[in-house]
């Protein structure tokens, strides 16, 4: 006996990321990657204008569509290893940091001098500029009201992630 269905064959039902049954469907192979994404990112694409706009002296309004932009493929090159932080406090707002922003963290980055991290200090998340200075490793408020905190194995400290974007929210 050839083909057809064997008992006990397949992936068993509900399984999976979705936890319920699939179904099999067809697409052209041009477009694989374009589902895929949408499915991965469940986001989709907003008009990105070819237009800068001045920051100076206005210009006429320019209404060509250079291309559709994700947002979502925009702020996130790892996926599986991205994630968003809310800021609480001020010890950033020389970098313009504030309270209240949305911070995009990409946990596989390995983080090098003068990013601004997420780094875990004695079990808490906090957000500094890893510095470093003869040697040592710092992590440095941008706000000169809070001091500089040395990275040392006392201190119970780990880099968790490197702040790859700034979400502001201004409504």
């Known amino acids: 006996m050839r083909g057809g269905k064997r008992q006990g064959a397949g992936r068993p039902k509900g399984q999976g990321k979705y936890q319920e049954p699939t179904k099999v469907i067809r697409i052209p192979i041009s477009l694989e990657q374009k589902v895929k994404s949408f499915i991965e990112t469940d986001t989709h694409e907003v008009p990105l204008f070819s237009t800068h706009v001045q920051a100076g002296f ?4 320019d209404d060509h569509i250079d291309q559709k932009l994700n947002i979502h493929t925009l702020l996130i090159k790892h996926p599986a290893a991205t994630l ?3 800021v609480a406090g001020d010890s950033m707002i020389d970098a313009h940091i504030f309270e209240g922003d949305l911070l995009v963290v990409d946990r596989s980055l390995n983080a090098k001098p003068n990013d601004i991290v997420i780094a875990v200090l004695n079990g808490e998340l906090t957000v500094k500029r890893l510095i470093k200075k003869q040697q040592k490793f710092f992590l440095k408020p941008e706000n000169p ?11 119970d400290s780990l880099i968790w992630g490197v702040v790859t974007s700034v979400i502001r929210q201004f409504i």
């Open 58 to 61: 206005p210009s006429p309004a």
């Open 84 to 86: 968003f932080v809310k």
């Open 145 to 155: 009201a809070y001091p500089l905190i040395e990275l040392t194995r006392d201190n």
